[in-house]
């Protein structure tokens, strides 16, 4: 039996722009419609182009925002309505880490302070003493020395402050983490890195985490489901081999298509589909695809699709996914899984090779 820790049901964020006294404005669609279930103890990915609403959703799921409609329960829960108690243990159980290890840590407080601070409101009970202890514990459990209590983030490197940053998200406790690109600021053995340290501590702490990335490999090598985005709406979902192995709907083979050469790597290519990314101001009639899609037909252009089961807890949203998957995908939309496959191997020789960053070998590096 399924066991949901956090759940999304046909959740809406529309943002009014440009709305004044004698005009009114238009609407983003940022988030259309999405529900989604994470189960305790996996690995759940969101993935799709920038601009898709992976963000939004992300900060409606952490109730760091509220929904225009739809509901968002963490343990069965409605978070919305959460106040006092009641939302400093949403706080405490669901903790959160961003892209950007620069700007997401105060530079003028120390790391024992940033460690200890969600200590202090969560534990209120340990003094100063045994909360330095732990703050000691919690740098060692991500690579760090407890010594580093004492520097400011400035002195670390990039995958040093996410590290710092992880170990914040750890103090309070939480049975959940969100991570909105937590890697995708980081060169890549340093990713690597991040990555595994994030996948042991799910496996030591039993840890439920959501994990939103632009790059596939990172996804497909850490994540046990995942749901593909487009134009703030789900477009497939399912477990992850089965989205890599068998990708139903042409978005989700365009973005698989899309995914470099190993040996090219480092920079992504751009989606080779063709046609710009519709505005969410204005999302096409039908599939919001059809715009892009080599299969597009007529009801496509007027009749919204549904996800619907392929199987195994795998669904897609499209109208076409069963006769699309009988032809020969255009040269563009071949799924390449063996790129993800290869830059999952490049990932790990990354992690054993690197000696820069890691946790044996930790130099404080000071900027300018
Ligand atoms: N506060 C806001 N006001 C108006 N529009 C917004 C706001 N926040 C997000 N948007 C718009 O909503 C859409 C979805 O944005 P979001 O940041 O969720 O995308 P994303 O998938 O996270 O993109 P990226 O991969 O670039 O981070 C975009 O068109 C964005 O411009
Ligand atoms: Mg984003």
């Not at 969600?118 to 732990?134: G, S, T, W």
């Not at 101001?281 to 996800?307: I, M, W, Y």
């Not at 069963?322 to 799924?335: L, N, V, W, Y």
């Amino acid at each position: 039996m399924s066991d949901v820790l956090l759940e999304a049901i046909d959740l809406v964020r529309h943002f009014e722009v440009g709305s004044s006294l004698f005009k009114k404005g238009k609407r983003v669609r940022a988030v259309d419609g999405v529900s989604l279930q994470v189960e305790r103890g996996e690995t759940f990915a969101i993935v799709g182009e920038s601009g898709c609403g992976k963000s939004t959703l992300a900060r409606l799921l952490m109730r760091l925002d509220n929904p225009t409609a739809g509901k968002v329960l963490f343990e069965g829960r409605e978070t919305r309505g959460l106040k006092g108690k009641e939302l400093t243990e949403l706080r405490r159980d669901l903790q959160f880490i961003f892209q950007d290890p620069f700007s997401s840590l105060n530079p003028r407080i120390t790391v024992g302070k940033l460690v200890g601070e969600p200590i202090e409101v969560h534990a209120p009970e340990l003094d100063a003493d045994a909360r330095r202890q732990k703050v000691g514990q919690l740098l060692a459990q991500v690579g760090l020395l407890p010594e580093h209590a004492n520097r400011y983030p400035h002195e670390f490197s990039g995958g040093q402050r996410q590290r710092i940053g992880i170990a914040r998200a750890l103090a309070s406790g939480p049975r959940a983490i969100i991570g909105d690109e937590p890697v995708s600021a980081l060169d890549v053995s340093v990713q690597a890195q991040v990555i595994n340290l994030l996948s042991d501590l799910k496996s030591e702490l039993k840890l439920t985490l959501l994990i939103i990335a632009h790059d596939l490999a990172v996804v497909r090598h850490m994540s046990d489901r995942v749901a593909v985005m487009y134009l703030g709406q789900i477009v497939e979902i399912g477990p992850a081999d089965a989205v890599f192995e068998t990708a139903r709907h042409p978005y989700t083979r365009a973005l698989l298509s899309s995914i470099p050469e190993p040996q090219h790597n480092h920079k992504r290519n751009p989606m080779q589909l063709t046609g710009e990314t519709p505005s969410p101001l204005a999302p096409p009639s039908g599939c919001r695809f059809h715009t892009r899609c080599p299969f597009v037909q007529d009801n496509c252009k007027t009749t919204e699709p549904q996800l619907d089961e392929a199987g195994q807890g795998h669904s897609v949203a499209c109208h076409h996914w069963r006769d699309i998957g009988k032809t020969a995908p255009p040269e563009q939309m071949k799924p390449r899984s063996e790129n993800v496959a290869k830059r999952f191997a490049m990932y790990q020789a990354a992690v054993n090779e690197s000696v820069n960053d890691s946790p044996e070998n930790i130099r404080l590096t000071r900027e300018e």
